[in-house]
């Protein structure tokens, strides 16, 4: 290994460390009969578990990261399959349609940072860990999701 290369690499992280801070993800849910719930952060609970409510749609954005990072995603929902990618705290999903999530796909782009997300699901209860877009939930099962998690990884 080439220190000077390494002294590099560790100066550079440093700097973008100084400048960002600590990368967070920040996510919200629209939930059956409940409508939009408050935004929550890093691995906590978005939406509802244990009240057989169906999350409808979901919004994910990323803070203190450089601005050539995003993160896109997309939901699978009931009668209509998978909607087209949106990215950076747009919403994924319907809401007013009574329509639920059975799925959603988490990606981000820039190389700064990779999420890791999971679902709870209906009669199933939480789905293992996805990434870098990986399918989290079923779709072809009218199984609803009811919940999501997502931390960096």
């Not at 440093?14 to 993800?25: E, N, P, T």
């Not at 896109?72 to 990215?87: D, I, M, T």
């Not at 705290?89 to 059975?102: D, P």
């Amino acid at each position: 290994m080439n220190l000077k290369n390494g002294e590099n690499t560790v100066g550079m992280i440093r700097d973008i460390m100084q400048k960002y801070g600590k990368a967070s993800v920040v996510y919200r849910a629209h939930v059956a009969n409940k409508g939009w719930l408050p935004e929550v952060h890093d691995g906590q609970t978005a939406g509802t578990t244990g009240e057989a409510r169906r999350m409808e749609a979901v919004e994910i954005r990323l803070e203190n990261v450089p601005e050539s990072v995003s993160v896109f995603y997309r939901a699978h929902v009931a009668g209509e399959g998978w909607l087209p990618e949106v990215h950076d705290g747009q919403t994924a999903g319907t809401t007013g349609e009574a329509r639920q999530m059975e799925a959603v796909q988490i990606r981000t782009t820039g190389g700064f940072c990779t999420l890791e997300y999971r679902v709870h699901m209906a009669e199933k209860g939480w789905s293992p860990w996805s990434r870098n877009g990986e399918t989290a939930g079923t779709t072809g099962e009218g199984r609803r999701i009811e919940a999501v998690e997502i931390r960096l990884a």
